[in-house]
Nanobody, 127 residues
C-alpha cells in the first residue's frame, strides 16, 4: 500500500502560479514512478505530467507543456507540480498517482498503470 497526500491547491488569478506537493508513504519512494492528473467538473480525468522513479525523465500533456514542471525529491518522499501562467481552463481537482516501476527511466501517461491515487487537491483559476 502507498498513501499519497496532495497539498498546495487553492484559488489563483489567471496568470498566477501554484506549486502542488504530493507526499508519499508506505513504500520506498524511489521505486515509484509518479504522475499528476486532473479532473474538471463533468470531464474525465486526464494526464498532466509524469516523472520516472529516478527523476531523469519527464512527460507532459500538450495542454500544459511549457507552463508546468514536475519534479521529485526522493529524500523527502515528495513529488511536486509547479504550475505557472495558469489559465481558467486549468481549474480542476489535481491528483497524484504512483506506480511501482521496474525500470528507472519509465514514465506513464495513462491512468491504468497507476496503482495508488491521492484524494486530490482543488485548483481554481479565476479570469
Amino acid at each position: 500500500q502507498v498513501q499519497l497526500v496532495e497539498s498546495g491547491g487553492g484559488l489563483v488569478q489567471a496568470g498566477g502560479s501554484l506549486r502542488l506537493s504530493c507526499a508519499a508513504s508506505g513504500r520506498t519512494f524511489s521505486s515509484l514512478a509518479m504522475g499528476w492528473f486532473r479532473q474538471a467538473p463533468g470531464k474525465s480525468r486526464e494526464f498532466v505530467a509524469a516523472i520516472s522513479r529516478n527523476g531523469d525523465n519527464t512527460r507532459y500533456a500538450d495542454s500544459v507543456k511549457g507552463r508546468v514542471t514536475i519534479s521529485r525529491e526522493n529524500a523527502e518522499n515528495t513529488v511536486y507540480l509547479q504550475m505557472n501562467s495558469l489559465k481558467p481552463e486549468d481549474t480542476a481537482v489535481y491528483y497524484c498517482a504512483s506506480k511501482i516501476s521496474t525500470f528507472y527511466g519509465s514514465t506513464f501517461s495513462a491512468l491504468q498503470p497507476y496503482d495508488f491515487w491521492g484524494q486530490g487537491t482543488q485548483v481554481t483559476v479565476s479570469s
